[in-house]
Nanobody, 117 residues
Framework: QVQLVESGGGLVQAGGSLRLSCAAS????????MGWFRQAPGKQRDLVAS???????YYADSVKGRFTISRDNAKNTVYLQMNSLKPEDTAVYYC???????????WGQGTQVTVSS
């Protein structure tokens, strides 16, 4: 059973930066496409970025040019560097596998990101 633990969130002013980390258990991490998702209050959980095992990436239009996803397969960890943060980036951020037709690992607790204006 894969377990996901997100960390690195916090309160930051608009224009600031945060780096999120997601530690995953399980030996299949290195071959799994991983993504970062976010869920704002009253809204659905959306994919914001994903990275395949070879390093190719995808970004939602709303974060393109500001966020960078990366992974360290040796550490079973995926990162999300968030720059030029905006108040609309405020949400709980989660990591999980992405692109598997809606099939996910058990969700972790997420990490709260709050951007003040």
């Amino acid at each position: 059973q894969v377990q996901l633990v997100e960390s690195g969130g916090g309160l930051v002013q608009a224009g600031g930066s945060l780096r999120l980390s997601c530690a995953a258990s399980g030996s299949i991490f290195s071959i799994t496409t991983m993504g970062w998702f976010r869920q704002a209050p009253g809204k659905q959980r959306d994919l914001v970025a994903s990275i395949i095992r070879t390093g190719n990436t995808y970004y939602a239009d709303s974060v393109k040019g500001r966020f960078t996803i990366s992974r360290d397969n040796a550490k079973n960890t995926v990162y999300l560097q968030m720059n030029s943060l905006k108040p609309e980036d405020t949400a709980v951020y989660y990591c999980n596998r992405a692109g598997y037709s809606g099939s996910y690992y058990p969700w972790g607790q997420g990490t709260q990101v709050t951007v003040s204006s």
